[in-house]
């Protein structure tokens, strides 16, 4: 079946940064662009950016420019997030997606992972 | 970038009743509007693409509409299942956005 698997929990000082996995089976790895969401407790939905597994381009929530990164392994289907100078505040559960559409005309995340937490702390 | 409104923002209701969520955008996205449900330490799930198509296993009882501004979610029939939180996301931008969510609950 079409599944998401993300690494396990992690848990980071301040400044530091962490590279989260998100490997992609049942489908064809290079079809689909990867999105990456995130989410703080008790808090909404926060779209972080945008990966093509194929051509490896990016697209970044300008919130994050400067500070992620997307990359992948199309060897082993895995798309990775980095985020660096982690603060406090990026403490959050952060989701992979996979990004389908109808004619390449509507847009949307069908397929996603069931997240990794974050935890920055001292 | 385009900011996402929902509203209410929590929302009690009992099984069997219909329910509306409304979604507005900053500016006008046309029909790149989608809608999720997320329960509880689970990821979202995707119910309503394109303002109003059904995403295939998603029951009937959910519908969508709307275009430019403004979007509905309804739930026809509340059950059990059903109450959990849900968010609108605007794919019309390449900066894409949430809305801040939905919470349903049971009275």
């Known amino acids: 079946q079409v599944q998401l698997v993300q690494s396990g929990a992690e848990v980071k000082k301040p400044g530091a940064s962490v590279k989260v996995s998100c490997k992609a089976s049942?489908?064809?790895?290079?079809?689909?662009?990867i999105n990456w969401v995130r989410q703080a407790t008790g808090q909404g939905l926060e779209w972080m950016g945008w990966?093509?597994?194929?051509?490896?381009?990016?697209g970044y929530a300008q919130k994050f420019q400067g500070r992620v990164a997307m990359t992948r392994n199309t060897s082993i289907s895995t798309a990775y997030m980095e985020l660096s100078s982690l603060r406090s505040e990026d403490t959050a559960l952060y989701y992979c997606?996979?990004?389908?559409?109808?004619?390449?005309?509507?847009?949307?995340?069908?397929?996603w992972g069931k997240g990794t937490t974050v935890t920055v702390s001292s | 970038d385009i900011q996402m409104t929902q509203s209410p923002s929590s929302l009690s209701a009992s099984v069997g009743d219909r329910v509306t969520i409304t979604c507005r955008a900053s500016?006008?996205?046309?029909?790149?509007l989608n809608w999720y449900q997320q329960k509880p330490g689970k990821a979202p799930k995707l119910l309503i693409y394109?303002?109003?198509s059904l995403q295939s296993g998603v029951p009937s009882r959910f519908s969508g509409s709307g275009s430019g501004t403004d979007f509905t979610l309804t739930i026809s029939s509340l059950q059990p299942e059903d109450f959990a939180a849900y968010s609108c996301?605007?794919?019309?931008?390449?900066?894409?956005?949430f809305g801040q969510g939905t919470r349903l609950e049971i009275k």
């Open positions: 394109a303002a109003s």
């Open positions: 990966m093509n597994p194929n051509s490896g381009n990016t």
């Open positions: 049942g489908y064809t790895f290079t079809s689909y662009d």
């Open positions: 996301q605007q794919s019309s931008s390449i900066q894409i956005t």
């Open positions: 500016q006008s996205i046309s029909r790149y």
């Open positions: 997606a996979r990004l389908s559409h109808r004619d390449y005309y509507y847009y949307y995340m069908d397929v």
